[in-house]
């Protein structure tokens, strides 16, 4: 009780974060606004622009997200948000909680037309082709695309079957193909040693480190262009969360990923690039190098460092 | 009695599954799938007898007159299929237990989580490919579960029986293993409650009667179990193939 006068600690720098100490960081950005003043703006439905890093331009894309929006029902999830996601790169999705993180990345693959609610605005695109275009066939946008979700999800089947689902439901029986390729997915998912000798075991009685490593391989098998990971380790220990950190790194090049974490260490750890979100709308989007050491808004900073409540 | 109860069990699943799946799965949810939700709810407590009447009249002398008068034409007018029946009676009794498999069919699909839906879908499934390879095999454990009530239901049951089909005494059983087609669904039959019944209520001796009522209201509570211990421990595989070990 006797404290609460003291109750100002956000305002005094804390101590250096990690991820900062080792560069030098300049101590004052020309041209910011004060501090909060555009997350007023945002709250108040004010007009704002993204703020997009010079190094953004030009780079080769494999999905593009232009002026979109997103409603569940009547309230809007995402405002106005364009993006374009590098090919073979990680980008990390950052951001307070319930800032439409998971609803954009389920926008992709159009994961939201399951909701009842959900209308949509604005275009996307995969490969230079549309992705919300009423001809456009999602199934085969899927296929496409591999996903992860936050809590790892395997199916009521063996180990094998797991890992092969896409190739099953895409028809392929033969048995040396579905074999390759198991082997395979689960080698590049580090689990192939772990589980080499009970493929025919039920999934659901592995561990939960492994049945994300699992659910990933599964993404990974049907070779899709794009993975989308939504903290594809909150449930893990930081073991199984380095194990995937380093899957990710080598799976970097071949797949081009976009991956939402609260962790703000394994965001500059992993990624390529950083895109900051906020009630909707894509705040800040830029290397993630540069995001962390020299944003371009103090919001992102305040974020980025902790110092955002 | 055993074969009623599995023709039942073979009638009855599929039409309760197939109708779960549409309620759970495909149709809107709305004003429809509600009202179609209620009336099932209610069919589950309509008396047993009043099934017994709709099969009498629909199955016996509606669709049974018809098969009769399409292939049996030569034995008129001496019905063959246009009567009480094993057939029917299996038919009657799917009828009743029908809104049990709903039922118990809805719960175990609302219970395989969304996530593994979404998983499934998010591999490109199409919905049916989804419903097949992972609703159905999770939601296995919790379907046979109806089926368990279904059959604990069906098979005890009497009155509805006494209309379409089952008798007193009948020296011919529906399967004959010694003539050609084995199975004979448009045959009568005995049946035990229908026996328990007949033996201490009707007969002239009761007194003579009420050993004959114990042994056999054993013998059918023996068969009720029985048919019960068997679906259970079919379930119980399921589940191990299903479920994690935690
Ligand atoms: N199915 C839904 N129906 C209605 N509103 C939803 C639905 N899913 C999400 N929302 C709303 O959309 C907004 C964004 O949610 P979203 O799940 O995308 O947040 P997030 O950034 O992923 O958060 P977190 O970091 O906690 O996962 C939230 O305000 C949430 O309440
Ligand atoms: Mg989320």
């Keep these: 009780m006797n ?123 995969l490969a230079g082709e549309p992705i919300y275009h009423s001809g456009a066939d999602v199934i085969e946008l899927r296929k496409r695309i591999g996903m992860v979700f936050q809590k790892p999800n395997p199916f009521p089947m063996s180990i094998f079957e797991n890992v092969v689902y896409s190739l099953r439901i895409a028809g392929i029986r033969k048995r040396s193909i579905l074999q390759e390729a198991c082997e395979k997915s689960l080698q590049r998912a580090g689990l192939w040693t772990e589980v080499k000798d009970r493929l025919k075991t039920s999934a659901l009685q592995m561990s939960g480190g492994q049945q994300q490593r699992l659910c990933i391989a599964r993404a990974i098998a049907a070779q899709p262009e794009v993975l989308l990971l939504d903290e594809p380790c909150s449930a893990l220990d930081p073991i199984a969360t380095g194990r995937i950190e380093d899957l990710i790194d080598e799976l970097q090049g071949d797949y081009s990923i976009l991956m939402v974490t609260h962790n703000m260490q394994q965001a500059s750890r992993v990624s390529a690039y950083t895109a900051f979100m906020y009630l909707g709308r894509l705040v800040e989007y830029g290397p993630t190098e540069g995001i962390f050491m020299n944003p371009r808004l103090t919001e992102t900073e305040d974020y980025v460092t902790g110092r955002f409540g | 009695m055993v074969i009623m109860t599995m023709i039942m069990s073979i009638m009855v699943v599929p039409f309760g599954v197939l109708a779960a799946l549409y309620l759970k799965e495909y149709a809107k949810p709305g004003l429809f799938v509600s009202l179609v939700r209620i009336a099932v709810n209610n069919l589950a407590g309509v008396p047993s007898i009043v099934f017994g009447v709709f099969g009498l009249s629909f199955f016996c002398y509606i669709v049974g007159a018809q098969i ?47 996530s593994m839906r979404e998983g499934s879908y998010g591999c490109g499934a199409t919905r049916w490919q989804t419903i097949r390879r992972v609703v159905l095999p999770r939601a296995m454990p919790g379907i046979m579960t109806g089926m368990i009530l279904a059959i604990a239901r069906g098979a005890g049951e009497v009155a509805p029986l006494m209309l379409v089909g089952a008798v007193k005494l009948t020296q011919d059983l529906p399967v004959d293993l010694s003539q050609a087609p084995f199975l004979f669904p448009e045959r009568s039959f005995m049946h035990l409650g229908f026996h328990i019944y007949d033996l201490g209520f009707q007969s002239q001796d009761s007194e003579a009667a009420r050993p004959m009522v114990y042994a056999t209201t054993l013998l059918l509570i023996a068969i009720v179990v029985g048919l019960n211990l068997g679906a259970i421990w079919i379930r119980a595989r399921l589940r191990k193939r299903f479920e994690a070990a935690r």
């Design chain 1, 3 to 125: 404290e609460s006068p003291q109750m100002e600690p956000r305002i005094d720098p804390p101590a250096p974060s990690p991820a900062m100490s080792e560069k030098k960081q300049p101590e004052e950005h020309p041209g910011h606004s004060k501090p909060g003043n555009l997350f007023q703006t945002i709250e108040s439905g004010g007009d704002f622009t993204t703020a997009l890093h010079r190094e953004m331009n030009g780079l080769d894309s494999v999905v593009e997200i232009e002026n979109f929006n997103l409603w569940y029902g009547k309230s809007q999830a995402l405002h106005n948000v364009n993006l374009s996601l590098p090919v073979g790169k990680v980008t990390a999705l950052i951001g307070p909680s319930g800032c439409g993180k998971s609803t954009l990345l389920r926008s992709v693959n159009r994961m939201n037309d399951l909701v009842d609610s959900v209308r949509t605005e604005g275009s996307m695109t």
């Design chain 2, 68 to 114: 009769d008068e399409w292939f049996f034409s030569a034995n008129l007018p001496n019905p063959t299929y246009g009567k009480g029946g094993i057939l029917w009676a299996s038919l009657t009794l799917a009828l009743l237990t029908l809104p049990v498999v709903i039922v118990a069919t809805e719960e175990a699909l609302s219970a395989v989580p969304q």
